[in-house]
């Protein structure tokens, strides 16, 4: 189905990135790769799924840095059509003792990143399809983008400030063939959410298991991770041609959380 497209996922030698780049590969796009640590066992991953994968290591709180991998996605496979804005920190603290740099690296990762990578391209995919423009941005927010949860300012107003820009991005595009959602998942296993299980494990002194259950069930009511493996289907829909008046939703998979 996507064949011939090029997609784009930042932050993606992790998590749900990987699970949703994999995802659009199985799909037949070629993806560009961005994150940090191991690169290989992710190019691996995907090129197993025959398609071209490429990656640059942009520093996603850098904006000349993703202005240049903008460039090079472009320049890669002929022209950048799906952009997923992924990359994320987290940190967890109270507002009187949440330290200034984590707030600004929070907000530059989560969420001025998103605008820089859409802002530059956008005009090749407006220019697309005969100028009638085709493109699918898709935002990787968060529960977090919806409601609340103590410790998190930074986060919570990040992730609210990039479903804002969803819709903006959306009804500026409205008209075309770029459609622009985020994605608001609950709870997902991956090594941000770890760090979070592991420090609650050594701050009650309980077993790991012990920690993921009361970190599940005080939030949602499937007491289930929603899974990358999920997250990258759900990407797919929004890239499909059904996905074409989409425009602007935040929509969660999140196992109730936001029901409540
Ligand atoms: P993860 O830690 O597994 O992956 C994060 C990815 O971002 C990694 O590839 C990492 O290298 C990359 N990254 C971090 N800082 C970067 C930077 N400065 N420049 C470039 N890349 C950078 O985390 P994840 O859980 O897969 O998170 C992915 C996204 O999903 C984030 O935006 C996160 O907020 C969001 N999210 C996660 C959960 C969850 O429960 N795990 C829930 C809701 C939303």
Known sequence: MLTGKTALVTGSTSGIGLGIAKALAAQGANIVLNGFGDVDGPKAEVAALGVQVA????DMSKPAEIEDMIKFAAAQFGQLDI?????????????EAFPVDKWDAILAINLS??????????????????????????????????VGSAGKSAYVAAKHGIVGLT??????????????????????????????VDARAAAEGISIDAATQELLGEKEPSKQFTTPEELGALAVFLCSPAGNNVRGVAWNMDGGWTAQ
């Not at 009638?132 to 898709?138: D, E, N």
């Not at 819709?167 to 959410?193: F, H, R, S, Y």
């Open 167 to 196: 819709k903006v991005t959306a009804l500026e595009n409205a008209t075309t063939g770029i459609t622009c959602n985020a994605i608001c998942p609950g709870w997902v296993l991956t090594p941000l959410v770890q760090k979070q």
């Open 113 to 146: 990143s998103a605008f820089h990578a859409t802002r530059l391209a956008l005009p090749a995919m407006q220019a697309s399809n005969d100028g009638k423009g085709w493109g699918r941005i898709i935002n990787v927010a968060s529960v977090h983008g919806l």
């Open 55 to 58: 990656y640059h290591g942009a």
């Open 83 to 95: 952009l997923v804005n992924n990359a994320g920190i987290q940190h967890v603290a109270k507002i």
